[in-house]
T-cell receptor, first 113, second 116 residues
């Protein structure tokens, strides 16, 4: 069965420090991968998506970047965190099909102080 | 551009009663998919129900049903016989069929509180 792992679960980082969040998928190949961010009490904002290794598309300009070094690995990074980067980050994967399931990781709650 | 609108920031419902959460969408695609997710306080996203734009019948999954009105571009979620465990945030989302990226665009969500 397919599973998605996301870590860490919580993170407190000082302003200006780097960030690396990792997401891995098991049990499937060539998934579409996504990073979302959710501000407290708000909806999910799509940050990045990837349809293949090395293929990254950004949805909004920001202080973050994403990479996909392996088929089932998706990494969200920042060189210098801002206070506004605080939020709940969710990784997800799906097939490319319209009705394909969309599975989310358990999320990382990031607080920048 | 695709857009999802949920106009109810918060809703209350009495336990065992039914509740409808509203969702309207906008897309120029003829082929698209509509999803509802539940997010409890733990933060996990739980898939509830899916409706394809070409599906002739409204989707149902246990106590969840989707009232799909294509002409009105609405996809309301109906929860029957509410339970205390239904208290959570609910998101409507859409994926357009013309794109192979599978991007899922979410509404702002509705917080549902079930009263005992």
């Amino acid at each position: 069965s397919q599973t998605i792992h996301q870590w860490p679960a919580t993170l407190v980082q000082p302003v200006g420090s780097p960030l690396s969040l990792e997401c891995t998928v098991e049990g499937t190949s060539n998934p579409n991968l996504y990073w979302y961010r959710q501000a407290a009490g708000r909806g999910l904002q799509l940050l990045f998506y990837s349809v293949g290794i090395g293929q990254i598309s950004s949805e909004v300009p920001q202080n973050l970047s994403a990479s996909r070094p392996q088929d089932r690995q998706f990494i969200l990074s920042s060189k210098k965190l801002l206070l506004s980067d605080s939020g709940f980050y969710l990784c997800a994967w799906s097939t490319g099909q319209l009705g394909g399931g969309y599975t989310f990781g358990s999320g990382t709650r990031l607080t920048v102080v | 551009a695709q857009k999802i609108t949920q106009t109810q920031p918060g809703m209350f419902v009495q336990e065992k009663e039914a509740v409808t959460l509203d969702c309207t969408y906008d897309t120029s695609d003829q082929s698209y998919g509509l999803f509802w997710y539940k997010q409890p306080s733990s933060g996990e996203m739980i898939f509830l129900i899916y409706q394809g734009s070409y599906d002739e019948q409204n989707a149902t999954e246990g106590r969840y049903s989707l009232n799909f009105q294509k002409a009105r571009k609405s996809a309301n979620l109906v929860i029957s016989a509410s339970q205390l465990g239904d208290s959570a945030m609910y998101f409507c989302a859409m994926r357009e069929g013309s794109s192979n990226t599978g991007k899922l665009i979410f509404g702002q969500g509705t917080t549902l509180q079930v009263k005992p």
